[in-house]
């Protein structure tokens, strides 16, 4: 397993259609096994921060949206260090030059509230990561205001 199932989750996310069959299951199937395992997510953190951070750039249906904040949430159970590579990723990926697209941001706004669900329990040197991860939350709330976005279904 390891780096080859994200290498390959990766390559399906730039070739495939970003919300068809192929791309739900790979999110159910081989991905889903994957962070189950605590070891995978730990030496793999950085990666599988990234993978979800470029597919929130990609998908625009909820329900391929959903398996990723359900994959990331499970990710995070297993290791601080996903948590603060998330973070990061989130903050990297919202100060983007271009900016994000609508549904890039809301899914970047899920994203940073799993990432804040962790940090906020790792005691007093998260608060740094924790001030920024809200600042970026404001700024993406901000922006999908100003698009006519909305925040709530």
């Given amino acids: 397993m390891g780096s080859a199932t994200i290498a390959d989750a990766q390559q399906r996310l730039r070739c495939g259609k970003p919300?068809?069959?192929?791309?739900y299951q790979m999110w159910r199937s081989s991905l889903a096994t994957a962070?189950?395992?605590?070891?995978?997510?730990?030496?793999?953190?950085?990666?599988?921060?990234g993978l979800l951070t470029e597919a929130v750039r990609v998908y625009v249906d909820y329900k391929p949206l959903r398996l990723l904040l359900v994959t990331a949430r499970a990710a995070a159970r297993h290791s601080d260090t996903f948590v603060k590579a998330l973070a990061a990723a989130v903050v990297k990926q919202a100060g983007a030059a271009d900016g994000p697209s609508r549904h890039e941001a809301f899914g970047l706004l899920l994203l940073a509230r799993v990432a804040l669900e962790r940090l906020g329990g790792m005691g007093p040197g998260a608060k740094?990561?924790?001030?920024?991860?809200?600042?970026?939350?404001?700024?993406?709330?901000?922006?999908?205001?100003?698009?006519?976005?909305?925040?709530?279904?």
Avoid: I, S, T
């Fill in 128 to 153: 740094k990561a924790v001030a920024k991860l809200v600042e970026v939350q404001a700024g993406l709330a901000e922006g999908l205001m100003a698009l006519g976005g909305r925040l709530v279904r």
């Fill in 19 to 23: 919300n068809g069959q192929e791309q």
């Fill in 35 to 49: 962070v189950a395992d605590p070891e995978f997510v730990e030496r793999n953190a950085g990666e599988l921060a």
